[in-house]
C-alpha cells in the first residue's frame, strides 16, 4: 500500500548510465538531465564527503589536489565503483524530483548487452538503493534502436551501431529483440587514450584526459583528410624531453592516424555481426542500411569509412547523443508493448 503510495507523487524515469555522460528521461517530460559521469570527493582522515557531481566534478578530473578526489564511476559501460555510482545515482534523482523525501520513482536503465549477470545486479542494487521502487534494464541497443525510430518490432531485419563513451554495441533487431549482439569495450575513451599515446611518442608530449577530448570533437576524424593535412588546432601540455609545459600544432591527418586502430576495431565489430546475421535478415540490412547511434557517432567521417568498409548505406541518427536516454524513456511510456524486453528482477 505504502509502495503505490509514493508511486502516486513521483515522475517515474529512465536513466541512460553512461560511462561518459548520464542522461535521465523523466515520464511525460522527456531528457530534462544530461551531465558527465563524474563525482567529486573531499577526503579527510579517510572520510569521504560529495563535493560536487556531474558538469563541476567534470571540470576538476586532472586538476585535483591530494586531498579532492574526482571519480569516473562507470568503466566500460558498467559499474566500476559501486559506492560512488549510488552517490551519482542519487544526486540526480534528487536534482530531477526536486521534493525528494516522498518520492519513490520506478527507474529503468539501459545496460550494455555484454554485462555480466553480476554486473547488471550492481546496476540495480545500486539504484534501489538510491531510493527507486523497482528497477528494470533494458539492453542499450534495444534502446538505441527505440530512440534513432527504427521499427524494431517489425518481422524485418534492423541494425544498430551504438558508440557509447566505454562500449560499442553492435546488434541486428526484428520483432522487438536481439537476433545478434556484440559488445566490444572500444568507445570514446578508448579514443581518447590513443590520441594521449600518439602525441606521447609522436611529439614526447604529455596531455590530460580533457585536452584529448577536446582534440577528438574539435578536429576528430576517421578517415584521412583528402589534402593530406586538414584543419589544425593549437594544443597545450608538458614536454617529455625537459618537463616544461608546451604549445604545438596537431593537424586532422595525425588525429585520423591517431584513432586508426580504435575505427577499425569499431569496423571489424561491424563485419562480424555482418557475417553472423541470418541470410534473410542480412538482405533487410542490404535494404535499410546501418545507424550510427551514441556520441562516439559524431566523430568526423565514422559513416563514410564505415561504408567504404562494408559496402552498404550508413546513417547517423538525429539525436544521437540522446537516442540511448530517448529509447529507455519510449520503453517506459510503452512499458506493456515492450514489456519483453524490460527486465524487472534477474
Same mark, same amino acid.
Do not use: W
Given at each position: 500500500?505504502?509502495?503505490?503510495?509514493?508511486?502516486? /507523487?513521483?515522475?517515474?524515469?529512465?536513466?541512460?548510465? =553512461?560511462?561518459?555522460?548520464?542522461?535521465?528521461?523523466? +515520464?511525460? +517530460?522527456?531528457?530534462?538531465?544530461?551531465?558527465? #559521469?563524474?563525482?567529486?570527493? @573531499?577526503?579527510?582522515?579517510?572520510?569521504?564527503k560529495?563535493?560536487?557531481?556531474?558538469?563541476?566534478? +567534470?571540470?576538476?578530473?586532472?586538476?585535483?589536489?591530494?586531498?579532492?578526489?574526482?571519480?569516473r *564511476?562507470?568503466?566500460d559501460?558498467?559499474?566500476?565503483? /559501486?559506492?560512488?555510482?549510488?552517490?551519482?545515482?542519487? @544526486? /540526480?534523482?534528487?536534482?530531477? @524530483?526536486?521534493?525528494?523525501?516522498f518520492? $519513490?520513482?520506478?527507474?529503468?536503465?539501459?545496460?550494455?548487452?555484454?554485462?555480466?549477470?553480476?554486473? $547488471?545486479?550492481?546496476i540495480?542494487?545500486?539504484?534501489?538503493s538510491? =531510493?527507486?521502487?523497482?528497477?528494470?534494464?533494458?539492453?542499450?541497443?534495444? &534502446? &538505441?534502436?527505440?530512440?534513432?525510430?527504427?521499427?524494431?518490432?517489425? *518481422?524485418?531485419?534492423?541494425?544498430?551501431?551504438?558508440?557509447?563513451?566505454g562500449?560499442?554495441?553492435v546488434?541486428?533487431?526484428?520483432? =522487438?529483440?536481439?537476433?545478434?549482439?556484440?559488445?566490444?569495450?572500444v568507445?570514446g575513451?578508448?579514443?581518447?587514450?590513443?590520441?594521449?599515446?600518439?602525441?606521447?611518442?609522436?611529439?614526447?608530449?604529455?596531455?590530460g584526459?580533457?585536452?584529448?577530448?577536446?582534440?577528438?570533437?574539435?578536429?576528430?576524424?576517421?578517415r584521412?583528410?583528402?589534402?593530406?593535412?586538414?584543419?589544425?588546432?593549437?594544443?597545450?601540455?608538458?614536454?617529455?624531453?625537459?618537463?616544461?609545459?608546451?604549445?604545438?600544432?596537431?593537424?586532422?591527418?595525425?588525429?585520423?592516424?591517431?584513432?586508426?586502430?580504435?575505427?577499425?576495431?569499431i569496423?571489424?565489430?561491424?563485419?562480424?555481426a555482418?557475417?553472423?546475421?541470418? *541470410?534473410?535478415?542480412?538482405?533487410?540490412?542490404?535494404?535499410r542500411?546501418?545507424?550510427?547511434?551514441?556520441?562516439?557517432?559524431?566523430?568526423?567521417?565514422?559513416?563514410?569509412?564505415?561504408?567504404?568498409?562494408?559496402?552498404?548505406?550508413?546513417?547517423?541518427?538525429?539525436? #544521437?547523443?540522446?537516442?540511448?536516454?530517448?529509447?529507455?524513456?519510449?520503453?517506459?511510456?510503452?512499458? +506493456?508493448?515492450?514489456? @519483453?524486453?524490460?527486465?524487472?528482477? #534477474?
Amino acid at each position: 500500500m505504502l509502495r503505490n503510495l509514493g508511486g502516486l /507523487f513521483t515522475s517515474d524515469m529512465a536513466i541512460d548510465l =553512461g560511462t561518459a555522460n548520464t542522461l535521465v528521461y523523466v +515520464k511525460g +517530460k522527456g531528457v530534462i538531465l544530461s551531465e558527465p #559521469s563524474v563525482v567529486a570527493y @573531499h577526503v579527510k582522515d579517510g572520510v569521504k564527503k560529495v563535493l560536487a557531481v556531474g558538469e563541476d566534478a +567534470k571540470l576538476m578530473l586532472g586538476r585535483t589536489p591530494g586531498s579532492i578526489e574526482a571519480i569516473r *564511476p562507470m568503466r566500460d559501460g558498467v559499474i566500476a565503483d /559501486f559506492d560512488t555510482a549510488e552517490e551519482m545515482i542519487k @544526486h /540526480f534523482i534528487r536534482k530531477v @524530483h526536486k521534493r525528494s523525501t516522498f518520492s $519513490k520513482p520506478k527507474i529503468i536503465v539501459c545496460v550494455p548487452h555484454g554485462a555480466t549477470p553480476v554486473e $547488471k545486479r550492481a546496476i540495480r542494487q545500486s539504484v534501489l538503493s538510491a =531510493g527507486a521502487r523497482r528497477a528494470g534494464l533494458i539492453a542499450e541497443p534495444i &534502446a &538505441a534502436a527505440i530512440g534513432a525510430g527504427m521499427p524494431i518490432t517489425d *518481422p524485418t531485419g534492423n541494425m544498430v551501431v551504438d558508440i557509447g563513451g566505454g562500449t560499442t554495441e553492435v546488434a541486428v533487431l526484428s520483432l =522487438g529483440d536481439i537476433v545478434y549482439a556484440r559488445s566490444v569495450r572500444v568507445g570514446g575513451d578508448r579514443m581518447d587514450e590513443a590520441i594521449i599515446n600518439y602525441l606521447r611518442r609522436n611529439q614526447n608530449l604529455l596531455v590530460g584526459e580533457s585536452t584529448a577530448e577536446r582534440i577528438k570533437t574539435q578536429i576528430g576524424t576517421a578517415r584521412m583528410p583528402d589534402d593530406g593535412r586538414g584543419q589544425s588546432m593549437q594544443i597545450r601540455g608538458r614536454d617529455l624531453l625537459n618537463g616544461v609545459p608546451k604549445e604545438t600544432e596537431i593537424s586532422q591527418a595525425q588525429v585520423a592516424e591517431a584513432l586508426a586502430e580504435p575505427v577499425q576495431q569499431i569496423c571489424e565489430a561491424v563485419m562480424t555481426a555482418l557475417e553472423a546475421t541470418p *541470410p534473410d535478415l542480412a538482405a533487410d540490412i542490404v535494404d535499410r542500411g546501418v545507424m550510427l547511434t551514441g556520441g562516439g557517432a559524431l566523430l568526423g567521417d565514422l559513416d563514410l569509412a564505415l561504408r567504404e568498409q562494408t559496402g552498404l548505406a550508413v546513417s547517423i541518427a538525429d539525436d #544521437s547523443l540522446s537516442c540511448v536516454a530517448l529509447g529507455t524513456g519510449k520503453a517506459l511510456e510503452y512499458e +506493456k508493448q515492450l514489456r @519483453h524486453a524490460i527486465d524487472y528482477d #534477474s
